[in-house]
């Protein structure tokens, strides 16, 4: 995807949403059976990430989006986490034309306490099977190098060369 092209973001799992949090493995943990979505948990269309789904995202909104629906959307950064099978990489974003996020340009204007609620959803949310560690922020350099990269599958494999 060229850098001019405006990005946007597909909706799954809406901002504030209860989902089964992965890492409870017993009874005695039943009180924290479920994660709270601390933003609008997204994919990039068109994209593949290294897990073969599309590419995550992230997105910072001040109301939750409706699942299904599309965000246009500025990458602030990359989280990446580390499992037994790998990395993944999930892109951390701000929407476009919100007047809360408008000033936000990394995740260091992100607050703290949000930052945290991201890692840990990114770790425990439903899909993982294994223990799932933060291996780092990245930039937004970094982020949009992920978008480009994961586009550039997408299309590969639909293209038959994947």
């Known amino acids: 995807m060229p850098a001019t092209t405006e990005l946007y973001c597909q909706v799954e799992v809406p901002k504030g949403a209860r989902v089964l ?7 005695s943990q039943e009180g924290q059976a479920e994660l709270k979505c601390p933003a609008d948990w ?3 269309p068109d994209t593949l990430a290294q897990y ?11 109301q939750p989006g409706a ?3 599309q965000i ?15 990395f993944e990489e999930i892109v951390v974003c701000v929407p476009l034309g919100d007047s809360t996020w408008a000033a936000v340009e990394s995740i260091s ?17 439903e899909r993982r099977r294994t223990r799932v560690a933060i291996a780092g ?3 937004r350099e970094d982020a949009m190098t992920a978008i480009d990269d994961a586009a550039a599958r997408w299309a590969a494999t639909v293209n038959g060369r994947g």
């Open 21 to 27: 949090n992965a890492s409870v493995r017993d009874a």
């Open 42 to 44: 997204c994919h990039f």
């Open 52 to 62: 073969g789904t599309p590419l995550a995202a992230i997105v910072c909104v001040s």
């Open 67 to 69: 699942p299904g629906g």
């Open 72 to 86: 246009a959307v500025r990458p602030i950064a990359l989280l990446r986490t580390h499992d037994a099978g790998g």
């Open 109 to 125: 204007e992100i607050p703290g306490e949000l930052r945290e609620e991201i890692e840990r959803f990114a770790t425990c949310r």
């Open 137 to 139: 922020w990245l930039s």
